[in-house]
C-alpha cells in the first residue's frame, strides 16, 4: 500500500478498500464531503426494495390462501387475510431480520441447522397467525365457529408451503440469485448437465 496523505481510501494488495492512515484529516472530510448522505441513501434504497418484496410477497401469499380455503371451503375473506399476514411477516423476518446484519449468525450456520432453525420460527409465526387473524375479524377460532378444516389440517398446509419456499430461499442465497434463476429456467432433466455446468 502506497502512502499517500491526498486519498482517504486506498486499496491494498488483496485488492481490498481500506482507510488510509496517512490521508490528511482535510482529505478525509473532503470524501466524506462529497457523498455525506451516501450510507443513508444506500439504507433507504435497500428498504424500500424489501419493503416492496414484502408487498409482492403478501399478494402471492393472498392468492394461495385464496385458493386453498376454496378447496376446502372456508371463507374466502379469511383465507386471503390469513395469506397476507403469513405473507407480510414471513417476508420482513427473512428480509429484515435474516438477511440483514441480526441474522449473521444464522447465515453462518450449516445449511440443514440454517433451515431447521427458521422454519421453527416459520412455525410460531404460522400458529400465532392462524389462531389470531380469525377470531380478530370475526370473533371465533377453530371449533367455535370455523369447522371447515382443523388447525392441524391447516398448520401442516402452510408449514409445507413454507418449507418449500425457506428450501428455496437457502438454495438461492447458497449458489447465488443468477445460478438459482437459471437452475429454475432449465429445470428439465436434458438440461440440467448444461445449468449446473454455466453455474460452477
Not at 383465507?79 to 399476514?85: A, D, L, S, Y
Not at 435474516?98 to 444464522?106: H, S, T
Amino acid at each position: 500500500m502506497r502512502k499517500s496523505p491526498c486519498r482517504s481510501y486506498v486499496g491494498n494488495s488483496d485488492g481490498r478498500t481500506m482507510r488510509n492512515p496517512w490521508a490528511r484529516p482535510s482529505a478525509i472530510f473532503e470524501s466524506r464531503k462529497i457523498n455525506p448522505m451516501g450510507n443513508s441513501v444506500a439504507i433507504a434504497q435497500r428498504t424500500k426494495r424489501h419493503l416492496r418484496a414484502c408487498l409482492i410477497t403478501g399478494l402471492i401469499a393472498s392468492g394461495i390462501g385464496l385458493g386453498y380455503v376454496r378447496i376446502i371451503g372456508g371463507t374466502d375473506s379469511i383465507g386471503i387475510t390469513i395469506g397476507v399476514c403469513i405473507g407480510l411477516c414471513l417476508s420482513a423476518f427473512e428480509l429484515f431480520y435474516v438477511q440483514g446484519r441480526y441474522g449473521a449468525w444464522l447465515r453462518g450456520l450449516p445449511l440443514p441447522l440454517f433451515i431447521l432453525i427458521t422454519t421453527g420460527c416459520w412455525a410460531i409465526v404460522l400458529s400465532v397467525l392462524l389462531w389470531g387473524v380469525p377470531h380478530l375479524m370475526q370473533g371465533y377460532t377453530y371449533g367455535t365457529g370455523y369447522t371447515s378444516s382443523t388447525f392441524q389440517q391447516d398448520l401442516l398446509f402452510a408449514l409445507a408451503v413454507g418449507l418449500l419456499f425457506n428450501i428455496g430461499l437457502r438454495l438461492r442465497g447458497l449458489v447465488g440469485g443468477e445460478c438459482f434463476s437459471t437452475f429454475l429456467s432449465d429445470a428439465t432433466i436434458g438440461r440440467f448437465a448444461r445449468s449446473a455446468s454455466s453455474c460452477f
